[in-house]
């Protein structure tokens, strides 16, 4: 299947500051991708549906100014959490389509831990 | 998209069957069944769908009810390495999809 990775695996930052967050797709080009967010022993949480060249579209209670979503190339969207805060903290996870509209291939997920 | 319905967790012995069982009954038309496992710490690994016929790849078999309403998810030879949360979903769009909790399916030695 398709190949999609995630940079970093993991980061601890102080509260305030802010962390980006990279999903590659390593194999097909994705003009499509999708960030979730797992919090510990929960399920994951779509935020944000990222297309190439064009604007992010959020899910329902999710901040758009907090979650900056850049998506400018075919093999790369990147999640920015601005002004990082503990509730931050989190398993965040970005997939795409492979290229296919029946089936998706989630990266390995990015731990975030806010001081 | 519907919602499904799933055991929070499941026991099996290694190297026996494993049904995994999902309950979508507001499925519509267009919505296919898809199954995902997530094991610790990891994003979650695909690992089959169908609309409704059943299925069959290297890694499992789905099973779908006629009336669509329900699906099985079938790991023949359960190992260790199987022991996972498992997510039954229904879309008409694979990408956006919503979890639900899950089956914890623990396969024991």
């Known amino acids: 299947g398709a190949v999609v990775s995630q940079h970093p695996s993991r980061v601890i930052c102080k509260s305030g500051t802010s962390v980006k967050i990279e999903c590659r797709s390593l194999d097909f080009q994705a003009t499509t991708m999708f960030w979730y967010r797992q919090f510990p022993k929960q399920s994951l949480m779509l935020m944000a549906t990222?297309?190439?060249?064009?604007?992010?579209?959020?899910e329902q209670g999710v901040e758009k100014d907090k979650f900056l979503i850049n998506h400018a190339s075919l093999t790369l969207s990147t999640l920015t959490v601005t002004s990082a805060h503990p509730e931050d903290s989190s398993f965040y996870i970005c997939?795409?389509?492979?290229?296919?509209?029946?089936?998706?291939?989630f990266g390995p997920g990015t731990r975030l831990t806010v001081l | 998209d519907a919602k499904t319905t799933q055991p929070p967790s499941m026991d099996c012995a290694e190297g026996r069957a494993a049904n995994l069982p999902c309950n979508h009954s507001?499925?519509?038309?267009?919505?296919?069944v898809y199954w995902y496992r997530q094991i610790h710490s990891q994003g979650p690994q695909y690992i089959i769908h169908g609309l409704k016929n059943n299925e069959t790849n290297e890694m499992a078999s789905l099973i779908i009810t006629e009336d669509r309403k329900s699906s099985t998810l079938i790991l023949p030879h359960a190992t260790l390495r199987d022991t996972a949360v498992y997510y039954c979903i229904v879309s008409d769009n694979a990408g956006k999809s919503t979890f639900g909790d899950g089956t914890t399916l623990t396969v024991k030695p």
């Open positions: 990222s297309n190439e060249g064009s604007k992010a579209t959020y």
């Open positions: 507001t499925i519509s038309g267009n919505e296919y």
């Open positions: 997939s795409s389509d492979g290229g296919q509209t029946d089936t998706q291939y």
